[in-house]
């Protein structure tokens, strides 16, 4: 029985800080992508769905994490420099004005891992801890 | 948009998707709703009938669907389909946007078919509550263009300035069996009730408008013109009457402070200034964001800016509004607003007729999903 409660509350524990942890951010992009490396700024106009301002010739399209997941809060802090409500609110006015709709949302790193490869011009973030050899990291934020 | 659909509609949709309602492959469905009740304290209604003494639901409530799906890497299709009550209480849904969108870089794009313009600053974004701080954007501005949606195309030039965006947005088209109210003394021949206002159809052709927009992260600036050759056949207005409207607004969202400000201007020329008064309108909103509440204040002013060839009363009229915006999670708000309408001297204001000043208080409660 107190075995029980202990697993329980370990698990309970285990789950706050890994929630609460801060993870370092790979953006990736398949291997056949020509570019090495991105700004933060592009990548923040990128994910906003401004002109990003990438090398001649090469046209990224932006994926998510799934909203409300500490990967994405971090990302859309950092990178986007907003809230997830103010990215909410962001996206409403240019989605109901027809201007545009916001970045696919993914449930996880591996299933972003997997529309990275799958569809080269994707770009994503994971948390750089699951990075592998198919894809490649143009810019980690600590 | 997100994923805490309210549970009557996640049930029924139980294809929900990350990132949208509901997608499959490069099919999108998004929406928004707001339901709200208005209650005045005086017995003389507003001119569309839906604030009044008793509560009513009719001002405020509606529900839009939008649906987009990319045909191709350059092609794009967006339909929004609107059902509200503010016009008639039967709740039609209607077409707001239908256009087929065609980019040719993230710099041009070009769009065709039925498009909301952007006359102010949230003129296409103006069902969705959600976006915006107020329960209703200012009447005494934005009633200034009864138009707001046209067939035809608009084309969206966006350049990285700097530190600043600049949005170049041209647009061209007509529309037509538009309503716009009209003062009964303007109206002889219908022998309507002193002091009362009817709604009068009228078509525009030959629109074009220009839209110039500067941004940052921070705030907005921008600019617009429209001119049109506006007729209404049922008031023998069958040649077309010069119709031109200027505006100018901004917006800024910086450290928890929110303004919001606009003013406008619309000349009308020939017979048809009789029917539809020359005006000017401004407002601005002051808010300062607390946590999850959003108090705001906003002073509006709308004045008739005519010459003396125009027939009856003024609709004039300045207002208060205070009003709470509380955050309800992401993708959800509810608002609380008090109103002091005061119709200018001996003008019927936005209302019926003549009255003393009112008080209108509204709730409502916005979504996105």
């Known amino acids: 029985m107190n075995k029980t409660i202990n697993t329980i509350v370990a698990i309970i524990l285990f789950g706050l800080f890994s929630q609460s942890s801060v993870a370092e951010i790979a953006v990736i992009v398949d291997l056949s992508v020509s570019v090495d490396s991105v700004a933060t700024e592009q990548l923040q106009r990128l994910y906003l769905n401004k002109p990003a301002r990438l090398k001649a010739n090469v046209k990224l399209t932006p994926i998510d994490q799934k909203k409300g997941s500490s990967l994405r809060k971090e990302f859309t802090q950092k990178v986007l420099k907003k809230t997830e409500r103010q990215l909410t ?28 490869t799958a569809n080269p011009g994707t770009v994503g973030y994971i948390d750089s801890a699951s990075v592998n050899e198919s894809v490649k990291v143009i810019l980690r934020i600590p | 948009m997100h994923k805490q659909v309210y549970a009557a509609v996640a049930t029924t949709l139980l294809l929900s ?99 909301k313009f952007p006359t102010f600053l949230i003129s296409d974004y103006f069902e969705v509550g959600y976006a915006y701080p107020w329960i209703r954007p200012p009447a005494e501005v934005y009633g200034g263009n009864p138009i707001n949606v046209i067939t035809g195309v608009d084309v969206l030039l966006r350049a990285g300035l700097g530190p600043v965006d600049l949005l170049v947005q ?24 002193p002091g009362s206002v009817k709604y009068a159809e009228f078509d525009a052709k030959n629109m074009a408008g220009i839209n110039v927009a500067l941004s940052n992260e921070f705030f907005t600036l921008r600019g617009g013109y429209i001119q049109t050759d506006v007729s209404a056949a049922d008031f023998g207005i069958t040649s077309s009457e010069d119709v031109t409207f200027s505006s ?4 800024l969202d910086w450290h928890n402070v929110i303004v919001y400000s606009e003013a406008f201007k619309r000349d009308i020329d020939g017979l048809a200034n009789g029917f539809f008064p020359n005006q000017k309108g401004w407002y601005g ?56 309408v005061e119709p200018n001297n001996g003008s019927r204001g936005l209302f019926m007729e003549p009255t003393d000043d009112i008080n209108v208080y509204s709730v409502a409660v916005d979504v996105i999903f």
């Open chain 1, 89 to 116: 609110s962001y996206w409403s006015r240019l989605m109901f004005s027809g201007k545009g709709n916001p970045p696919q949302q993914y449930d996880n790193d591996a299933t972003v891992l997997e529309q990275v």
């Open chain 2, 17 to 115: 998707h990350a990132g949208s309602l509901f997608a499959i492959g490069n099919i999108e469905l998004n929406g928004f709703s707001t339901v709200g009740a208005t209650i005045s304290n005086s017995s003389i209604d507003s001119q569309n009938g839906n604030i009044t003494d008793d509560v009513g639901f009719d001002q405020d409530t509606r529900i839009g669907l939008q649906v987009s799906a990319d045909i191709n890497e350059k092609i794009s299709l967006t339909a929004q389909i609107l059902g509200d009550a503010r016009a008639d209480s039967n709740f039609d849904a209607t077409f707001d946007w239908a256009f087929i969108n065609y980019t040719f870089s993230d710099i041009v794009s070009v769009r065709g078919g039925r498009i």
């Open chain 2, 170 to 193: 041209p647009y061209f088209g007509t529309a037509k069996n538009e309503d716009a109210l009209v003062p009964q003394e303007a109206l002889p021949f219908f022998g309507l009730s």
């Open chain 2, 248 to 251: 100018v607004g901004a917006t």
């Open chain 2, 285 to 340: 909103t002051l808010g300062y964001r607390v946590n999850r509440f959003l108090p705001h204040i906003t002073y509006a002013q709308l004045r008739d800016d005519s010459s003396s060839s125009d027939i009856g009363m003024g609709l004039e009229q300045d207002s208060l509004t205070l009003g709470v915006r509380y955050e309800l999670g992401a993708g959800a708000d509810l608002k609380v607003e008090a109103q002091r």
